[in-house]
DNA sequence: GCATGTGAAGTGTTTCACAGCA
DNA sequence: TGCTGTGAAACACTTCACATGC
């Protein structure tokens, strides 16, 4: 993976991070220490220390830490110094509100393009993204050097639509689709399993 | 949490295997050795048998796990005996494509109602879940018992909700808001984070 | 004095490897 | 023989506690 030994866990928790610093600077603090950011992230103060520390040393003994550089090197760190372009597939019923949610965008990536097997009616619910035939989906991404794609097609095209993503470049892939995929070890996959997430909670509630 | 000492990771592989095991059922396959429930399920055969062991014994040496029985053990663990209602609260982008979303009753959770501050707009998205006003969010959980929910409200309303919910009895909470829940220690709360999801991604490509 | 950075201890989870049983 | 069930080893992650430095 290019970088070296971080808990997986770390770089969720360093998006956290890095939306509490975005906060804290708005409110113009310039330092912040780990006590307080910690309490802000719901993590303890020893683990947030831990999981900066795993790239460099950026606190001052005795104050703190300081907000907008701190803020600056998360971003860099998770590759996002640049509007991180995003392919969306699969426009149906999930898939268009997510073209419609905003969140993606207020965290800086934006959805350049969704591409579906019936475009025009994804057209006609509104979505003001191009939605394009997913015959062109190849073409798009090489053109394009797309590395990120949401994936909300129905579960039997999951599995194909995402081996010909993988084979176009794509690098990661935010999967909505309640299936194991199968991908080459440099590709990473999320997985985003609503039905999951529910059954979860069945178990805790008494 | 009642239950004996059971990892947190293992309570969501129980999903996925119960998902295998059903697949398993309808093409009418009886027994399913470790081995192979594990491939389909991404998982080591190891972890599989270490997992179902937490609960009992159902295999049979030299043979497997018979697949029906397996399938029924799993769905009683994960509280699914019966139906579970769940209410949504939010009915706005994502929370109205939520509602329209088959996954949740393919699982086996029917969404009862939904709740908004605006019903009329969310029913004008031809929605077929009743859309109920935030008011009556209290009345409603008590009445029918209510101890699930989604929650998909703006990020600045979703800590209040959050309070009124667990008030009213909900025991186990879906969160779409990016901000982490302060809540009691009997409640649960799932996040499902859409853009962290994405940054995340973000670290892994190159 | 105060808050970071970090070895070391502790906790939780996964994997191994093999005994035990159909 | 084949496959489960499980102690023990390995690994991963978290927390502690304190030396270090502003």
Redesign the pocket.
């Known amino acids: 993976m290019g970088k070296i030994?971080?808990?997986?866990?770390?770089i969720y928790?360093l998006s956290i991070y890095h939306r509490c610093l975005q906060k804290l600077h708005d409110n113009n603090v310039e330092t912040?220490?780990?006590?307080?950011?910690a309490r802000a992230a719901g993590?303890?103060?020893?683990?947030?220390?831990?999981?900066?520390?795993y790239f460099?040393?950026?606190?001052?003994?005795?104050?703190?830490?300081p907000v907008e550089i701190l803020s600056n090197i998360i971003r860099e760190t998770l590759g996002r110094e640049h509007l991180q372009p995003v392919i969306l597939v699969g426009a149906g019923n999930l898939g268009s509100a997510l073209l419609r949610y905003q969140g993606f965008g207020r965290e800086g990536f934006e959805v350049v393009a969704a591409f579906d097997s019936m475009p025009e009616a994804a057209i006609a619910r509104g979505v003001m993204i191009p939605v394009i035939s997913i015959d062109r989906l190849e073409e798009f991404i090489e053109e394009r050097a797309i590395k990120l794609a949401i994936l909300c097609v129905p579960v039997e095209a999951a599995q194909s639509i995402a081996n010909r993503l993988v084979n176009a470049g794509v690098q990661g892939i935010l999967n909505f689709s309640p299936i194991v995929l199968e991908v080459t070890e440099e590709v990473t996959v999320n997985n985003v399993d609503l039905a999951l997430e529910l059954e979860h909670l069945g178990y805790f509630i008494r």
Chains 1, 2 share one sequence.
């Open positions: 030994d971080i808990p997986k866990k770390a928790r912040v220490s780990s006590t307080t950011l993590v303890k103060p020893a683990q947030l220390r831990k999981d900066l520390a460099g040393q950026f606190g001052t003994r005795g104050l703190g830490y």
